[in-house]
């Protein structure tokens, strides 16, 4: 804990840390917070892919 403000470095706050969940589109980069965060979103609401939970694979040509 810190004693007072001598023992910060220049520039730092004190505060709490605080972790906020979220969701990042692999596909556009969007990033946003769900309504509900026990449920995996089914799109992107930027981009609306229902593949934004996985990488682009750059490079993979499938055979006809």
């Known amino acids: 804990m810190l004693k ?5 470095k220049k520039g730092e706050v004190a505060g709490f840390k605080v972790l906020i969940t979220g969701n990042k589109c692999y596909r556009c980069n969007y990033e946003w917070r769900p309504w509900n965060i026990e449920e995996r979103p089914a799109v992107c ?20």
Do not use: A, Q, R, T
């Open 4 to 8: 007072n403000n001598l023992d910060m």
């Open 45 to 64: 609401p930027n981009c609306k892919s229902p593949y934004w939970w996985k990488p682009k694979e750059k490079g993979i040509k499938k055979k006809k």
